[in-house]
């Protein structure tokens, strides 16, 4: 069972930035998959950056150029660092960790961490 702890968000004017951070309880080495998703009131939970155990990262088009997902293994930390932040960037972002396995893969999901990008 693998526990994730999100921080980091907050209230943000549009062109500003955040970051966002989540610890994880247990070694990230040994975790194949980690990502940042979000959900905005309304919509549907969305993928939004992953970052693999090789550190081949992952980006939904909206995010590209604007957001970076790193990794310190050393701290059992993920980051999202969100530069140039638009109002559409308003969402809650959970952390999610994938363990790959057969015959099912485990995900586990932090409890989000609120942005407000407004003016």
């Known amino acids: 069972q693998v526990q994730l702890v999100e921080s980091g968000g907050g209230l943000v004017q549009p062109g500003g930035s955040l970051r966002l951070s989540c610890a994880a309880s247990e070694s990230i080495s040994r975790i194949n998959v980690m990502g940042w998703y979000r959900q905005a009131p309304g919509k549907e939970r969305e993928l939004v950056a992953t970052?693999?155990?090789?550190?081949?990262?992952n980006y939904v088009d909206s995010v590209k150029g604007r957001f970076t997902i790193s990794r310190d293994g050393a701290k059992n930390l993920i980051y999202l660092q969100m530069n140039s932040l638009k109002p559409e960037d308003t969402a809650v972002y959970y952390c999610?960790?994938?363990?790959?396995?057969?015959?099912?893969?485990?995900?586990?999901w932090g409890q989000g961490t609120q942005v407000t990008v407004s003016s």
């Open positions: 970052i693999t155990s090789g550190t081949f990262t």
């Open positions: 999610k960790a994938t363990q790959l396995g057969w015959p099912r893969n485990y995900d586990y």
